[in-house]
């Protein structure tokens, strides 16, 4: 297989105030979520000027992952394209056409199997490569890497930053990793045999907690939910389970949000504000992990993915669950919609 380029696929997000609602009106197309709801959760990227640090985040990964081809002769052409937000994936694709290119990797900004994760993506590939019609470019997307040693590292190095701020007793200490919460029937049918995601998330964080602080208790918890509360979604909830921890006595927490790849919206507001604000009221100690971000070991994991599907090259990997590169078509079915 021959490929001849490369694109980032992410998530996307606002870049100004007016871009706000528009982004969110596509976040839940289809869907059926009521303007109220939206507003609410607008409010959070208010607070943050209208802007969200996701796009610059891509941007700097993007440039980073480009020097790290060429400084390794690889000789592919860099692509950006979103779900949600400019630069929305059918004009990267249209533009990849354009360009002559026939047959692109694409690798998505999450490490996890699921619909959101990871399904949705690959929709989103066929609804741009649609879009554009004939001459549009194949993009295959590369695996899951939640056991990568170039996702594992940073994570570990960022949790022991974080230790080393707290002041409270190691003894009481706890590490809590979060990860986007999502609907428990999504949860159930993720991965050809279900429950991947929440498999793959346990298999991160363990990896992390025995190479960053194999001596603390640590738990794997749920941020971000939305959606209308009858409907069942993964709990606890960080902010519940800080609760709970601080009953049980525990001083400290270092909070690792291994769900995510970048300290985007989510982590800001979710973790910097809210979990933050709940720990200080429970008078616990509170320290967060950074996320890989650009890392130069995540930006040169990027590269190794790529060369697993051009060289044949060795995966590396940590962990034991299993890996594929093309998930079969039935797997990680979209979540029912709303009635509006
Ligand atoms: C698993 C998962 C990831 C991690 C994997 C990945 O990274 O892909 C993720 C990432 C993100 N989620 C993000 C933002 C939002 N997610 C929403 C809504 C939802 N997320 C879901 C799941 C996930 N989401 C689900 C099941 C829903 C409800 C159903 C729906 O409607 O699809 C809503 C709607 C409003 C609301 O109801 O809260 C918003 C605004 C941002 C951008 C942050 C920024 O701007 O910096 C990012 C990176
Ligand atoms: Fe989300």
Sequence with gaps: MVYDAFVLLSFGGPEKPDDVMPFLRNVVRGRGVPDERLAEVAEHYYHFGGVSPINQQNRDLLAAVTSDFAANGIDLPTYWGNRNWQPMLEDTVAQMRDDGVKHALGFATSAYGGYSSCKQYWEDIADARAKVGP???????????????????????????????????????????????????????????????????????????????ADLPWDLVWQSRSGPPQVPWLEPDINDHLESLAEQGVTDVVVSPVGFVSDHLEVLWDLDNEAAETAQKLGLGYARAATPNTDPRFVAMVRELVQERTDRAPLRRLGTLPVWDDCPVNCCPPPRRRGA
């Design 135 to 213: 001459g549009a470019p194949v993009i295959s997307k590369i695996r899951q890497f939640w056991d990568h040693p170039g996702f594992i590292d940073p994570n570990v190095d960022a949790v022991r930053a974080a230790l080393a701020t707290l002041s409270g007793r190691r003894e009481t200490t706890r590490l809590v990793f979060t990860a986007h919460s999502i609907p428990v029937t999504m949860a159930e049918t993720a991965g050809p045999t279900g429950g991947r995601y929440t498999a793959q998330l346990n298999e991160t964080a363990r990896l992390v907690h025995e190479r960053a602080a």
